[in-house]
């Protein structure tokens, strides 16, 4: 069994940083890739960052400028850390883990909230 552990949310005043962490464990054949997704009430998830097995990572728009993603490889965790951050980033974070046989598999994790206010 697959489980998916963050952290690192909370509530921030506008401009702060946060750093959220997810580390994956259990019955994984292989990472492809792991990331983040965010949602907020009202509206559909959508991809904040993702990062590939080989190092490559992709961004949302709202998050190039701002949001940088890392990996620990070893500790099969990754983070995202969050700077200048804005109301509109307020949301549910979820961690995502693809992995499996040919990277079949996908795992989310339960979220985590993440509040931008002043």
């Known amino acids: 069994q697959v489980q998916l552990v963050e952290s690192g949310g909370g509530s921030v005043q506008p401009g702060g940083s946060l750093r959220l962490s997810c580390v994956a464990s259990?019955?994984?054949?292989?990472?492809?890739?792991m990331g983040w997704y965010r949602q907020a009430p009202g509206n559909q998830r959508e991809l904040v960052a993702r990062i590939a097995a080989d190092g490559t990572p992709t961004y949302a728009d709202v998050a190039k400028g701002r949001f940088t993603i890392s990996s620990d490889k070893p500790k099969n965790t990754v983070y995202l850390q969050m700077n200048s951050l804005k109301a509109d980033d307020t949301a549910f974070y979820y961690c995502?883990?693809?992995?499996?046989?040919?990277?079949?598999?996908?795992?989310w994790g339960p979220g985590i909230e993440v509040t931008v206010s002043s």
């Open positions: 259990g019955r994984l054949f292989g990472i492809d890739a």
């Open positions: 995502y883990v693809r992995g499996g046989p040919m990277g079949a598999n996908e795992y």
